[in-house]
């Protein structure tokens, strides 16, 4: 149920992953930037050597030749003839090379800081859509989130950064071994990898933006709150059913008062009060991924996001062909996607209601 909501509001958002893929085009800029101006010229004479030696020659080759190469080949190619020769490279320049590397660490790290400032804007403006079918300004939503957003960003590019480092260097001890008698497998065992690394780091990082924006639910698992606003779809046993007004019929004659309705932004961002740091909040998420809530979830949420992932990696190779063309959809469907499923976890953990379109409304209770 996770990965189907989570194509379904995917979907339905699709406008917001324009302006997402616009933002994260305008980071990159800026830190390759102040790469060139302050990083770039540390690392001249490592540029010049690769000039010398034929390395970009050797890869722009590889490049031109890989429509007629298998995977494997081109895999063979890019690690004898690009990354060893680089390698080499760097390790000659020893003079000042730990400043070149501290420079270049603090330039990703921007990148990562930068990259990450969009995400609970985005946030913010799925869930508009996921609990009272409301559309969120993108830009209004970042200025507003800003404050927190850096506070955010910072905690999660001190999490994800190392990891993603030592995920990346396991990926290149594993294609160390392509010159081997396992080398046909090592495309796939790469990717596989890849899929089981990335795919745990959204679990355990699932909760962290929307417990931030949000706050951690009260209520034990009862959706509570004030009615949406608009037209929805009642909810039985944790499935979707259509109907338009069903909320209306839940209302109490005497007080007006709403049960069982969705819980909406409104609500949810009152509870965020508890949320005084980003620190807390984050180890406040693996607590609550952790928890007996959430204890027999975590596996299957995990296991949720290693099959969106093999997805991912598969409409994206397919975008590849026909001169990239496809990535133009597929990138921006994958950026959105992520901020999508933390949501979906986020509800389902909590166990709240939320709109998948303007007549459905479902409960993730069921995982998979």
């Given at each position: 149920m996770i990965f189907t909501n989570t194509i379904k509001l995917t979907l339905a958002n699709f406008g917001i992953s324009w302006r997402l893929v616009l933002y994260k085009a305008i980071a990159v800029i800026i830190a390759l930037a102040l790469g060139v101006a302050l990083v770039f010229p540390a690392i001249e004479p490592i540029n010049a050597a690769l000039e010398t030696d034929g390395i970009y020659d050797k890869l722009a080759q590889l490049w031109r030749n890989e429509a007629n190469k298998s995977v494997v080949v081109l895999i063979t190619e890019f690690y004898n003839y690009v990354l060893w020769p680089l390698l080499e490279v760097i390790y000659a320049y020893?003079?000042?090379?730990?400043?070149?590397?501290?420079?270049l660490i603090l330039l990703i790290s921007l990148l990562y800081f930068l990259l990450n400032l969009s995400d609970l804007s985005v946030t913010d403006s799925v869930n508009g859509y996921m609990s009272s079918l409301t559309s969120y300004s993108f830009t209004g939503g970042f200025i507003r989130t800003l404050n927190k957003s850096a506070r955010y960003s910072g905690v999660k590019t001190l999490f994800t950064l190392p990891y993603d480092f030592i995920v990346v260097a396991i990926a290149f001890l594993i294609l160390g071994a392509v010159n081997t008698w396992a080398g046909g497998l090592i495309p796939f065992l790469t990717v596989i990898f890849l899929c089981v690394a990335i795919s745990l780091r959204i679990t355990l990082l699932s909760l962290f933006a929307p417990t931030l924006l949000f706050g951690k639910d009260k209520s034990n698992g009862q959706a509570s709150g004030q009615s949406a606003s608009g037209q929805g779809g009642s909810t039985q046993g944790g499935e979707s059913t259509s109907g338009l007004g069903a909320f209306k019929?839940?209302?109490s004659e005497s007080d007006g008062e709403v049960l069982g309705s969705i819980a909406t932004t409104q609500e949810l961002k009152q509870e965020s009060a508890d949320a005084t740091s980003a620190l807390e909040v984050v180890a406040s998420s693996f607590v609550t991924l952790f928890s007996s809530r959430a204890r027999n979830l975590f596996f299957r949420i995990w296991f949720?996001?290693?099959?969106?992932?093999?997805?991912?990696?598969?409409?994206?190779?397919?975008?590849?062909?026909?001169?990239?063309?496809?990535?133009?959809?597929?990138?921006p469907a994958t950026l959105l996607m992520l901020h999508v499923f933390n949501l979906v976890i986020y509800y389902t953990i909590y166990q709240k209601k939320f709109y998948t379109d303007p007549n459905n409304v479902t409960t993730t209770y069921k995982v998979v």
């Amino acid at each position: 149920m996770i990965f189907t909501n989570t194509i379904k509001l995917t979907l339905a958002n699709f406008g917001i992953s324009w302006r997402l893929v616009l933002y994260k085009a305008i980071a990159v800029i800026i830190a390759l930037a102040l790469g060139v101006a302050l990083v770039f010229p540390a690392i001249e004479p490592i540029n010049a050597a690769l000039e010398t030696d034929g390395i970009y020659d050797k890869l722009a080759q590889l490049w031109r030749n890989e429509a007629n190469k298998s995977v494997v080949v081109l895999i063979t190619e890019f690690y004898n003839y690009v990354l060893w020769p680089l390698l080499e490279v760097i390790y000659a320049y020893t003079e000042g090379f730990w400043i070149r590397v501290a420079g270049l660490i603090l330039l990703i790290s921007l990148l990562y800081f930068l990259l990450n400032l969009s995400d609970l804007s985005v946030t913010d403006s799925v869930n508009g859509y996921m609990s009272s079918l409301t559309s969120y300004s993108f830009t209004g939503g970042f200025i507003r989130t800003l404050n927190k957003s850096a506070r955010y960003s910072g905690v999660k590019t001190l999490f994800t950064l190392p990891y993603d480092f030592i995920v990346v260097a396991i990926a290149f001890l594993i294609l160390g071994a392509v010159n081997t008698w396992a080398g046909g497998l090592i495309p796939f065992l790469t990717v596989i990898f890849l899929c089981v690394a990335i795919s745990l780091r959204i679990t355990l990082l699932s909760l962290f933006a929307p417990t931030l924006l949000f706050g951690k639910d009260k209520s034990n698992g009862q959706a509570s709150g004030q009615s949406a606003s608009g037209q929805g779809g009642s909810t039985q046993g944790g499935e979707s059913t259509s109907g338009l007004g069903a909320f209306k019929e839940s209302k109490s004659e005497s007080d007006g008062e709403v049960l069982g309705s969705i819980a909406t932004t409104q609500e949810l961002k009152q509870e965020s009060a508890d949320a005084t740091s980003a620190l807390e909040v984050v180890a406040s998420s693996f607590v609550t991924l952790f928890s007996s809530r959430a204890r027999n979830l975590f596996f299957r949420i995990w296991f949720a996001a290693f099959n969106m992932m093999i997805v991912l990696f598969f409409i994206n190779y397919m975008g590849t062909f026909f001169m990239g063309l496809g990535l133009i959809i597929t990138i921006p469907a994958t950026l959105l996607m992520l901020h999508v499923f933390n949501l979906v976890i986020y509800y389902t953990i909590y166990q709240k209601k939320f709109y998948t379109d303007p007549n459905n409304v479902t409960t993730t209770y069921k995982v998979v």
